[in-house]
């Protein structure tokens, strides 16, 4: 069982047993989320470093930040621990190439939710992992599937590099689209992904309905798409059934329940009872509130929809999303890919 899993010593204890002076690549909340880590595994930290426009004599956490450069002239050999996310080629590239210079890990730290993906958590869960691993429809999500979970176990990018596939090929080849879909968009943020699905069916769709928590982020959906009739808009989160939630009222995608910061009072809807009919294609990405969304999702799911689901907010996302959309429509082929970011935060399901 589990055999996949190639990688045994978990990033955070490479961390403190290296003799390596360890330097935190970024500062914000990535970076107070490793130095947490840090002191439960009693992990030194020789300093800071940003890149060169964000240095201007900073400090954080008690060290000044330096650049890169400034510390390659001081020590000759040093880890780095990469504390934000890469989501675009020029950055991605950067730290690759920093990675072919030094040791980088990119540790897994969960977006929402407790604890961490070790490989002592892989043990623990290890009949549900191997459950989705056996179920994959084709050899790259299996590939893929492994190559994430062994980089979330010990932080090293090469799996990610060697498993990133592009986005063109979601709905040019795994889940190709008709002219008449009707899709829901649980997360719609400022329109990203009603845009790349309008794109790829050449704008022949019946319906689009898109849920959007945040009310900065919905001012600006509407402003995209108001006036047109055949797209339907919600200032809500989806849930497994009616209610309210108070959600971190940050300025991009990271807004959730249980977060810090200013909050507002959002209704909460389940897709069941607000979309008509039977949807064709739902996309969740939600913080982490995917099972709640899936459980009030369930008519839909169990009548043919095709889905395409984050698997990263959570720790458990990766095992028990699959086998809760599986046992909701067990006819469903899963697959798993990859799009360019580290961390893995652009894991998805889709089921069709």
């Known amino acids: 069982m589990l055999d996949f899993i190639t990688e045994k010593k978990d990033s955070w204890d490479f961390l403190k047993e290296t003799d390596l002076p360890v330097f935190i690549y970024g500062m914000g909340d990535g970076a107070l989320k490793i130095m947490s880590v840090f002191r439960q595994y009693g992990i030194p930290v020789a300093g800071f470093f940003a890149s060169d426009e964000f240095v201007r004599g900073h400090t954080f956490e008690g060290h000044l ?16 621990v990469l504390a934000f996310a890469a989501g675009y080629r020029s950055l991605y590239d950067r730290i690759n190439e920093i990675a072919s210079r ?12 407790e604890g961490l993906f070790t490989y002592g958590y892989c043990l623990e869960n290890a009949e549900k992992i191997q459950a989705v691993y056996d179920m994959l429809a084709d050899e790259r999500s299996r590939q893929t599937y492994a190559d994430v979970i062994n980089f979330k176990i010990s932080g090293k990018i090469e799996y990610l590099n060697r498993c990133t596939s592009p986005k063109e090929e979601i709905y040019g080849e795994i889940m190709p689209l008709s002219d008449n879909e009707i899709f829901v968009d649980l997360g719609a943020y400022n329109g990203d992904t009603v845009n790349e699905f309008m794109s790829a069916c050449g704008e022949k769709y019946e319906h689009i309905y898109a849920f959007e928590p945040n009310p900065k982020n919905f001012r600006r959906l509407s402003k995209s798409f108001s006036g ?5 808009l919600f200032n809500a989160a989806a849930g497994s059934e009616k209610g309210t939630v108070n959600i971190t009222a940050n300025e991009g995608r990271m807004s959730r329940a249980g977060g810090t910061g200013k909050t507002v009072e959002i209704p909460v809807l389940a897709v069941d009872e607000a979309v008509p009919g039977q949807a064709s294609v739902i996309k969740l990405d939600v913080e982490g509130a995917e ?14 929809a095709k ?13 028990e999303l699959p086998l809760l959309i599986k046992s909701i429509a067990p006819g469903l082929k899963l697959y798993i890919r990859h799009q360019l970011y580290i961390p893995a935060w652009e894991t998805n399901l889709y089921a069709i």
């Open 307 to 319: 889905i395409l689901c984050s698997l990263y907010h959570r720790n458990e996302d990766m095992f």
């Open 65 to 80: 930040v330096h650049t890169l450069s400034q510390i390659e002239s001081l020590i000759d050999d040093f880890v780095i």
């Open 228 to 232: 047109n009739e055949r797209i339907t």
């Open 102 to 113: 030094h040791t980088l890990i990119a540790p897994d730290v969960p977006v929402a939710g």
């Open 291 to 304: 099972r709640e969304a899936i459980l009030g999702a369930k008519k839909h799911i169990a009548g043919g």
